[in-house]
């Protein structure tokens, strides 16, 4: 181990453009979609919809302020540039603890479909035991972080495009035995198009945003390459059919085989209920393999994007400096192993503790994507007038500036504000903890900013420092 504190550029082209393509594909696709399509019937793939433009919108944005200053803080940097350090360090540690909270989801799955497997090893056995060796593979190289991503990336594309095709098949009536109502259940069948009306469709949104959350990585990983701004516009140009493919058309065509009142399709995940109605042998096998494979590229990520935004968090003095430090192959590994640190009492928590403590600290995540896509937003607007202003070039620009800037902005503020006159009136009661430990946690982390930031103003000056 070295004590520098930077990071190496070992990550290569393949590595970025498959983490692009594949980084929202997780198990809020393959699982989380039936929950959404649950709760806002067919209409669910409206919430798709308006949550991948937003999405596309934010990336577009976000694509912008990386090419021009590419940083391994991303948006948490540029919200410190644009509106100050407290707005970077809220935002920065928000994120961190989204994505260390989803370590122990994610290892939770993982758990539950090995220990279906092998009953004879406990589900927080191998919760531990997975989470250990991700770990250990983020110790060794930003390259092993890489490897291991591209070839998890490369299994969930397939295994998407696979259902795609079986999906078109069954509807076209090309599969033998297989009896689907089609199109004409999404407006005829089961209550019509919108069977909850527009506050579930709302409602719904907030798991799809969740969702594409992992869009953004690529921007944190893409510093860590050697064309940066290369591989940020290849990434940001490519997010419109991403979206389009993997998850607007996934759900449409789910959304036509599977009846969304099916009260197996919260209980078993959409993608298992869907090749079930298709008789597709052994669907149960085949969707926990691809869960898995999922949910360990989701675990991989989410160590690497705290690891990497607690460390830029440290570099900018908005965090231990310990945080720092990094190995002789560059990797910053105090903060890879202080992030696992908390995903392995948050896993330990669930198994544990009271199913309410876990219960919370999982609630307070659900509304941070929407913060961290308004930050990003807002950020964007001032950096480019200061960029216009200085009379920098800019190489990537965001479409129809400052009126779609604008338009981003109020939708988002529209969002979180009807989410939270829903949740309040109790017309949305099941998002309601989310809404309210998100608010938590933000205003917690407001105040030890205030805090922090207080104390390093008041802070004695050493003298050599003065004497300097």
């Given amino acids: 181990m070295s004590s520098s504190s930077t990071l190496a550029p070992g990550l290569k082209q393949r590595h970025v453009t498959m983490l692009s393509i594949a980084g929202a594909i997780g198990a809020g696709l393959f699982i989380g979609s039936g929950h959404a399509i649950a709760s806002a ?28 200053s590419p940083d391994t803080g991303s948006f948490s940097t540029y919200a410190e540039r644009a509106m100050g350090r407290s707005a970077g360090f809220t935002i920065g540690w928000l994120y961190w603890w989204f994505w260390v909270l989803v370590i122990p989801i994610e290892a939770i ?43 998890f990336a490369m299994l969930k594309v397939i295994a998407v495009l696979g259902f795609i095709a079986l999906g078109a098949l069954a509807l076209a009536g090309g ?10 259940q999404l407006s005829k ?44 516009t290849r990434a940001t140009n490519s997010v419109v059919w991403r979206m389009g493919i993997f998850y607007i058309v996934s759900v449409f065509l789910i959304i036509s085989i599977v009846p ?50 607690v460390y830029s968090l440290s570099k900018r003095g908005d965090g231990p400096r310990i945080l720092q430090k990094t190995s002789g192959s560059g990797v910053p590994y105090i903060a890879v ?30 509304a941070v994507a929407l913060l961290v896509y308004l930050a990003i937003a807002v950020s964007q607007l001032v950096l480019r007038r200061r960029m216009n202003a200085s009379g920098q070039p800019i190489v990537f620009k965001m479409w129809f500036y400052p009126w779609l ?16 006159i829903l949740t309040v009136m109790l017309i949305l009661p099941q998002h309601r903890m989310e809404v ?28 050599e420092t003065r004497n300097a």
């Avoid at 019937?41 to 021009?68: D, K, Q």
Wanted: glycine residues 6%.
């Fill in 175 to 184: 599969l033998p035995d297989t009896s689907v109502s089609g199109v004409a």
């Fill in 189 to 232: 069948e089961f209550g019509g198009f919108m069977p909850n009306g527009w506050t579930a469709v709302i409602g719904a949104m907030l798991t799809t945003v969740f969702s594409f959350m992992g869009t953004e990585i690529v921007t944190i990983a893409a510093a860590e390459s050697q064309n940066p701004s290369k591989q940020i």
């Fill in 109 to 151: 799955a993982a758990a539950a479909i090995l220990h279906a497997w092998f009953p004879s090893i406990q589900t927080w056995e191998f919760a531990i035991a997975v989470t250990g060796l991700l770990t250990v593979t983020n110790l060794f190289s930003v390259a092993r972080y890489g490897e291991f991503e591209f070839w």
């Fill in 41 to 68: 019937g067919p209409a669910a793939i409206l919430a798709y919809i308006l949550s991948g433009t937003l999405v596309v919108l934010v990336m577009r944005m976000l694509g912008e302020m990386a090419v021009a």
């Fill in 260 to 309: 969304w009142n099916d009260p197996m399709l919260v209980t078993v995940g959409s993608y298992q209920r869907a090749l079930e109605l298709m008789n597709i042998p052994h669907a149960k096998m085949i969707v926990d393999i691809v869960v898995l494979i999922a949910v360990a590229s989701c675990l991989n990520s989410a160590i690497y994007t705290a690891s990497r935004m």
């Fill in 337 to 366: 192993l202080a992030s696992t640190a908390v995903g392995f009492l948050t896993t330990a928590l669930n198994y544990f503790a009271p199913n309410e403590v876990f219960a919370f600290l999982l609630a307070s995540s659900g």
């Fill in 405 to 420: 800037s604008y338009l981003v902005i109020l939708c988002i503020l529209c969002i979180l504000c009807i989410l939270s």
């Fill in 436 to 463: 309210l430990a998100t608010g938590a946690l933000t205003l917690s982390i407001v105040c030890m900013g205030a805090i922090f930031n207080s104390r390093k103003r008041t802070a004695p000056v050493p003298a």
